[in-house]
């Protein structure tokens, strides 16, 4: 696997993510005989890259590791021929042909881009949070609220998000709690009123989660808590915390380039399709979380990264290449 990149020549296509996007689409464009360059970025392996088992992606009876499953499909791109290196797009300008992306201290000419840089979670900052990151802590209902059935959770956030993900979670879990630092929800009225009306969900509003406990033990203990108008300091027992309150799509260097929406997550047409104005962008690709706001699953992401590294072999056999 290369790590180094190129100014002379002119690669058939660059990959912007290393999850399980990217990797698909690295593996499709391999085989093809692309040759693609994969840029890691900040975040190689994605949200895999933290996940811990993994029971949902076809294939795999017994479950997987996350960071295995996006090593194995790594692995099977750089089989094929697909380049890697750990750089991350700085700047780029999509309007000139071939693409000359600015990486830093480097920059790589590509006849075509596919964005697949994915969307971070949300965190809450605390140390002991970042320590339970998948051992209790997680950012994903569907892809985690199976390991806590019967056990009693929280989710933190007051948008469609926290409430989507408590709703979710009343399969599994014996009681949710939803924890709010403000008294007013953000989340739409039909949505909050579900929450309300579930039995198994209960309500913490002007409250503030200070510590996540367990480090120690390597698995959410409960939660230390903060009532913002009293100051009363308390503790939740509880064996999971998920977060829901959002995710930040990675796309805000392509602000002005191609169309986003109102939250930066990249539109496209045809599921992978980029767009300026609702006019097609002649090369650009995307595909899996940093255009996907409502799915989010692994098996999608590498869905969609397929469907962007064969449309991008169809354009280049196209225009000549």
Same mark, same amino acid.
Request: proline share 4%; net charge negative.
């Given at each position: 696997?290369?790590?180094?990149?190129?100014?002379?020549?002119?690669?058939?296509?660059?990959?912007?993510?290393?999850?399980?996007?990217? @990797?698909?689409?690295?593996? *499709?464009?391999?085989?093809?005989?692309?040759?693609?360059?994969?840029?890691?970025?900040?975040?190689?392996?994605?949200? @895999?890259?933290?996940?811990?088992? %993994?029971?949902?992606?076809?294939?795999?009876?017994?479950?997987?590791?996350?960071?295995?499953?996006?090593?194995?499909?790594?692995?099977?791109?750089?089989?094929?021929?697909?380049?890697?290196?750990?750089?991350?797009?700085?700047?780029?300008?999509?309007?000139?042909?071939?693409?000359?992306?600015?990486?830093?201290?480097?920059?790589?000419?590509?006849?075509?881009?596919?964005?697949?840089?994915?969307?971070?979670?949300?965190?809450?900052? @605390?140390?002991?949070?970042?320590?339970?990151?998948?051992?209790?802590?997680?950012?994903?209902?569907?892809?985690?609220?199976?390991?806590?059935?019967?056990?009693?959770?929280? %989710?933190?956030?007051?948008?469609?998000?926290?409430?989507?993900?408590?709703?979710?979670?009343?399969?599994?879990?014996?009681?949710?709690?939803?924890?709010?630092?403000?008294?007013?929800?953000?989340?739409?009225?039909?949505?909050?009123?579900?929450?309300?009306?579930?039995?198994?969900?209960?309500?913490?509003?002007?409250?503030?989660?200070?510590?996540?406990?367990?480090?120690?033990?390597?698995?959410?203990?409960?939660?230390?808590?903060?009532?913002?108008?009293?100051?009363?300091?308390?503790? @939740?027992?509880?064996?999971?915390?998920?977060?829901?309150?959002?995710?930040?799509?990675?796309?805000?260097?392509?602000?002005?380039?191609?169309?986003?929406?109102?939250?930066? *997550?990249?539109?496209?047409?045809?599921?992978?399709?980029?767009?300026?104005?609702?006019?097609?962008?002649?090369?650009?690709?995307?595909?899996?979380?940093?255009?996907?706001?409502?799915?989010?699953?692994?098996?999608?992401?590498?869905?969609?990264?397929?469907?962007?590294?064969?449309?991008?072999?169809?354009?280049?056999?196209?225009?000549?290449?």
């Amino acid at each position: 696997m290369s790590e180094t990149t190129s100014t002379n020549e002119i690669r058939e296509t660059v990959i912007l993510g290393s999850g399980c996007a990217g @990797l698909t689409a690295a593996i *499709y464009a391999a085989r093809s005989n692309l040759k693609p360059l994969v840029l890691e970025g900040h975040e190689p392996g994605g949200q @895999l890259s933290i996940t811990t088992l %993994v029971e949902n992606f076809p294939g795999w009876p017994e479950g997987i590791q996350g960071p295995q499953l996006i090593e194995n499909m790594k692995l099977q791109a750089a089989r094929f021929g697909a380049d890697f290196a750990m750089n991350h797009l700085a700047s780029v300008d999509l309007s000139k042909h071939p693409f000359e992306l600015n990486l830093g201290q480097t920059s790589v000419r590509t006849r075509s881009l596919i964005i697949a840089s994915g969307a971070s979670a949300r965190w809450l900052g @605390l140390p002991s949070e970042h320590a339970l990151i998948g051992h209790g802590v997680s950012s994903c209902a569907t892809c985690d609220g199976f390991f806590f059935s019967g056990k009693e959770i929280a %989710v933190i956030g007051g948008g469609d998000s926290a409430m989507e993900e408590a709703i979710f979670l009343t399969r599994f879990a014996s009681k949710v709690t939803i924890i709010h630092r403000s008294a007013q929800f953000r989340a739409s009225r039909i949505m909050l009123e579900r929450a309300i009306a579930h039995p198994q969900i209960k309500f913490m509003t002007n409250t503030q989660v200070e510590e996540v406990l367990g480090v120690e033990e390597k698995e959410v203990r409960g939660l230390r808590l903060r009532n913002r108008v009293t100051n009363e300091h308390t503790v @939740l027992p509880v064996s999971a915390m998920f977060l829901g309150i959002g995710h930040e799509p990675n796309a805000k260097m392509f602000h002005g380039q191609i169309d986003l929406d109102a939250d930066g *997550y990249i539109l496209t047409a045809n599921n992978v399709f980029t767009t300026l104005n609702s006019v097609p962008v002649p090369g650009v690709f995307a595909c899996g979380d940093v255009q996907d706001r409502r799915y989010r699953q692994a098996i999608t992401a590498a869905g969609s990264g397929c469907m962007a590294a064969l449309e991008v072999e169809k354009y280049l056999e196209e225009h000549g290449h």
